[in-house]
């Protein structure tokens, strides 16, 4: 059978662009790609990359404060939110047009407009017109979900934070994931009252529980007011905002609320089941090792296989996908050991297991170091940074490593490399420490301070 393309890509984020454009450019293939809204997908458009640059925008507030104890002369007016809105909107426009041009680049072919499968060979455009290819991408990410409950359109979510006319005077996040802990941060250091109601024990479920606990207490020293084990049982609107009843007893107006309550994949009106496509109880496409779902022409990357969601994830993904289909080499795609950062402040950088999972495996040992950092301590700051290795106690090997202070990110992904290859505690020991600094506390720790 002939068909129209080799592959069509359905989703214009990071992943779906990848492996559309390493396909047609790399690998010689016909490709085209639908996307429906943005270019970029979550990523860049309403996810890091926007987040990001509030999350620089955010810190300048401690900045200023520790230039005064430092001895400059520094004046503070605020956040001009519609200069940062206009600046950042013209980047996320760049970086859109950069995807456009990449894929066209390419060889590419493009869509702009939904797409949804008609066969296990079929993509019907919204105009009703129909494409074949031999293979199909799904790369259709994910969307933040509304709890469900009476006036929760009330609330905002995480997409539209960024549209914000102007910064609230008070905000509600509902959530303890790293979204919702990430926004509390951000909007907290942007000047705005930021309340949040979690209603797990701690924030951060899943992470290392001593990393997370000093996020915790950093996050409600630094002005978040932070609620665990409490949730919303009610919600009006209210003359100033949205009257919020909960479940610790309190009832408040917000300004705003935010819900930060998870994700979804987006795989309503698809198609899928319709072709046999195994989802998940969430919604997720079930795939392989080698993202191929239970169709064997429909593959899958990204969040919309509920996977591991992170973008660098979702782009390694598709990079696995062209070896496999288009170069003969059968890739799998490695899960293990993958790196990432929370952008709490401080920031979180975690890669490998947390010390409970750890010690779930059998016996580990455990080095930690937690110690405020010269800057901020010249500048009078009670801040505090936390150093953690997990070892694992029969092969010396790091099981994990988990840093909480400013910076974590960049340096997760340093000591990321050590732990992917398997370096024991000994050889960070061997390594010569870079002093003054907060991470060579990595490589000083010579004694466990505990053995499970």
Known sequence: ????????????????????????GGAGAKVALAEESRYGGTCVIRGCVPKKLMVFAS?????????????????????????????????????????????????VETFDQRARLADPHTVELADGTRKTARHILLATGGRPLRPEME?????????????????????LIVGGGYIACE??????????????YYRGAQILRGFDDEARGLISEE?????????????????????????????????????????????????????LSGLGVDLGRRGEVLVDAYSQSSVPSIYAIGDVTDRLNLTPVAIREGMAFVETVF??????????????????????????????????????????TSFRPMRTAFAGRPDRVLMKLVVCADTRRVLGC???????????????????????????????????????????????????
């Open 1 to 24: 059978m002939d068909f129209d393309y080799d592959l069509f890509v359905i989703g214009g984020g990071s992943g779906g662009v990848r492996a559309a454009r390493v396909a047609a």
């Open 59 to 107: 810190e300048f507030a401690p900045m200023v404060e520790d230039g005064r104890a430092y001895g400059w002369d520094i004046r503070e007016n605020g956040l001009d939110w519609g200069q940062f809105r206009g600046k950042l909107e013209a980047e996320l426009d760049r970086l859109e047009g950069v995807y456009r041009k990449l894929l066209a680049g390419s060889g």
């Open 151 to 171: 006036n929760a359109a009330l609330g905002i979510t995480s997409d539209d934070i960024f549209h914000l006319d102007r910064l609230p005077r008070s905000i």
């Open 183 to 196: 926004f509390a941060c951000i909007l907290n250091g942007m000047g705005v009252e930021v309340t949040q």
């Open 219 to 271: 996050m409600r020293q630094n002005g978040v007011d932070l609620h665990i084990g409490t949730n919303i049982i009610g919600m009006e609107e209210a003359d100033g905002g949205v009257r919020v009843k909960a479940t610790n007893g309190t009832e408040r107006v917000f300004e705003k609320v935010m819900f930060a309550t998870g994700r979804v994949p987006n795989t309503d009106d698809l198609g």
């Open 327 to 368: 170069r003969g080499n059968p890739t799998p795609v490695d899960h293990d050991r993958v790196a990432t950062a929370i952008f709490t402040q401080p920031e979180m950088g975690t890669v490998g297991l947390s010390e409970e999972a750890a010690a779930e495996q059998g016996p580990i040992e455990v080095y930690c």
């Open 402 to 452: 988990h840093i909480v202070a400013p910076g974590a990110g960049e340096m997760i992904q340093l000591a990321a490399v050590a732990v992917k290859l398997g370096a024991t505690k000994e050889q960070f020991d061997q390594t010569v420490a870079v002093h003054p600094t907060v991470s060579e506390e990595l490589v000083t720790m010579r004694d466990p301070v505990r053995k499970v």
